[in-house]
């Protein structure tokens, strides 16, 4: 089977009724994947979680939490579309999700709330969420309509979680069962989203994390004693995982120097929501192996 080629990652702002979003219109259109970065325009929630808090973890009502998700699936066309949301450990587990029974979605979802930063999605009906105030929202998209949502915290981006769901997808859809011949060659056809996240110059570290930054992805990556880019070391990684450079995107947005449109734990002295990454594909996934 041919796949056909993406067009080139281009994140883009919309306007959903009350939310604001960044997302790819073209890769919709073409794979079926919706990417949608949120803001925190919007939803229901009270300071100091003003907006469209999308997490349960930081101390809002619970309720509002509930009705800001539902109200993003509303205003993206799939109210009631079943929504994997995992207990984010800073770390690197990554949870497949293979099929959308009732049956495989409550296993994903105890798995889930043990604890992952990333779900790989071979099926269409689930939609993936991953929450986030500084750290890099990862999203990699194929042409098949599978796709991975990953939380990259500067922990995550050390132990490369963004290139470990590259090569977990591409596994997915490579040899006899999937539409690659190899997963070298599905690694490069996929786009890659990075979403608003704490950017180098707001981003002050230790200097072991500058140094571990610097051996494992290059001075580059750390360009003085006291900060990382987390995009770059991201960008490097993700080349070596048989991603194409031309295929990153990044949305360019700092969530520290934007507390008013993004959350940022670092802005708001540790107190407050988080945006979200999500992901869902509506159609059918084009062999991929369950």
Known sequence: MKVSQLPLP????????????LTDDALARTSGVRVAFTGRAGGVSEAPYAGLNLATHVGDDPAAVMRNRALLLEEL???GLPLIVPNQV???????VPRADAATLADVREKAARGADGLVVTTSGVAALLCFADCVPVVIASPTGAFAVVHAGWRGVAASIAPKAVRALAARESGAEGPFGTPEEAAAAYNVYLGPHIHVECFETGEDVRVLFAEKMGEECAPDARHVSLARALAVDLVRAGADAARIADAGVCTA?????FYSYRAEGGMCGRHGALAFFAGAIKQVRS
């Open 10 to 21: 281009r994140l883009e702002a919309r306007q959903l009724g009350p939310l604001h979003i």
């Open 257 to 261: 120097c934007c507390p008013d449109e």
């Open 90 to 96: 800073h770390g690197d587990e990554l949870v497949c």
């Open 77 to 79: 066309g799939v109210p």
